[in-house]
């Protein structure tokens, strides 16, 4: 029983319980898929509102959010993000923050994202929730979940859960914006393999609680951000993409290819998709028109050039800032982070598509 439903007999309300009851049964019912979300500013919904942090690691103010929230939530876009598309195509409630439900229920699963998190605990490190511990957190979600249904059923609800991971971006990104004696003391490629590692570890844990259905997401197009393009301007003149970082991103992606293969091979019964974002971003920005995007290289929210300087809001170090009249005929919503109408897009390739997702779509996995 949960909580939710505790409080609800508490009211003994006859409407309110039969509600209460739909939700419950749910629980029991073999083919309930619950959504857990892991990761960066890509998919947080808000758990660095709770944390303390400054406001670079933080966009719960206007304008983001303006597009489909009544205020802003935390989440870094004009509105829903990948995971609130992904629980809307799986005709499950928003997935909420961690934070903003700590005691339930999680029989729907629950979000522990964090913007500026990496799979390194030095990444940002004091500024964000890093992916370690983020399973911490899911651990004890896991306890919370046994001390409700019991074993058993927890055990059912978690291995029939789909866990989703967007980690790595702000492993290579903090190395270009601030000092980081990890990157500067090891080979790039030794890196890489530290950043897989610990990613590795946080995928058999969850394997170990009972996980079996995985969504990998390759590191995007990050040398491609407004950000990178104005650093990448500042420091040699070319408004091209920042080699550096993309060099850094295909070597993860590569890795994160292996990892995933031998994952598959050394763990019975592990299920996954794997997200190609990096080529599905790639072909976007090469296809602008197809997905009526007027630019594909200037964020709508921010200032300097391509407006990749991070002051969308006027909250953070610099308080002027300019903000586009469509937001639909952006790509980026501000230095680092995609348009709603971008992750509206990308969600639906993620769960319904064919070339960028293999080897099952999300829809499908939902229903293995
Ligand atoms: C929050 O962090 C700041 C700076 O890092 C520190 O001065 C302050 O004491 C912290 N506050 C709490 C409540 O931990
Ligand atoms: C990085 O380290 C160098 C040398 O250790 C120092 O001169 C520089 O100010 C540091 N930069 C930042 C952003 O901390
Ligand atoms: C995880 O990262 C740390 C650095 O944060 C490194 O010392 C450690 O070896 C890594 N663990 C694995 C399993 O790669
Ligand atoms: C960038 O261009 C400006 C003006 O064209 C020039 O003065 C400056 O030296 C250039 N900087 C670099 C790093 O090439």
């Not at 971006?169 to 270009?176: A, E, K």
């Not at 997401?217 to 301007?233: E, H, K, M, Q, T």
Request: glycine share 8%; charged share 15%.
């Amino acid at each position: 029983m949960t909580n939710f439903c505790v409080h609800v007999f508490g009211l003994a309300l006859a409407l309110l319980a039969s509600f209460c009851n739909s939700v419950h049964s749910s629980a029991l019912n073999e083919h309930h898929v619950a959504l857990f979300v892991f990761g960066d500013s890509l998919f947080d919904a808000g758990n660095n509102n709770y944390i303390n942090t400054t406001n670079d690691y933080r966009a719960n103010f206007r304008p983001y959010g303006e597009t489909s929230f009544p205020y802003p939530t935390g989440r870094f876009s004009d509105g829903f993000l990948i995971p609130d598309f992904i629980a809307k195509f799986a005709k499950l409630p928003l997935v909420p923050a961690y934070f903003r439900v700590k005691h339930g229920p999680f029989i729907n699963g629950v979000n522990f994202a964090s913007a500026g998190a990496g799979s390194l605990a030095e990444t940002f490190s004091g500024m964000v929730i890093d992916l370690k511990t983020q399973l911490g957190y899911f651990k004890k979600v896991s306890g919370h979940l046994k001390q409700e249904l019991g074993t058993e059923r927890t055990k059912e609800l978690l291995s029939n859960a789909v866990y989703m991971f967007n980690i790595g971006s702000n492993d290579y990104v903090s190395t270009l914006v601030s000092n980081s004696s990890l990157f500067s003391s090891h080979t790039k490629k030794e890196y890489v393999d530290m950043v897989i590692g610990n990613f590795t570890t946080v995928i058999e844990e969850i394997y170990k609680e009972g996980g079996r259905k995985f969504v990998f997401f390759s590191v995007g197009n990050i040398g491609c951000a407004p950000l990178a393009r104005a650093l990448n301007i500042q420091q040699t003149n070319s408004s091209g993409c920042l080699g550096s970082l993309q060099t850094l991103a295909n070597m993860h992606n590569e890795a994160l290819q292996n990892m995933i293969t031998n994952l598959n091979k050394n763990l019975q019964g592990f299920k996954y998709s794997h997200f190609d974002f990096f080529a599905f971003a790639t072909y976007v920005f090469n296809n602008p028109s197809k997905y009526g995007f007027k630019d594909t290289k200037t964020a709508c929210c921010g200032s300097g050039p391509f407006r990749g300087f991070p002051s969308c809001g006027g909250k953070r170090q610099i308080k002027e800032y300019e903000l586009c009249s469509n937001v639909e005929d952006y790509l980026f919503f501000d230095y680092a982070h995609a348009s709603e109408k971008t992750y509206r897009l990308s969600a639906t390739e993620l769960w319904e598509g064919t070339t960028y997702v293999a080897p099952n779509n999300v829809k499908l996995l939902f229903q293995l």
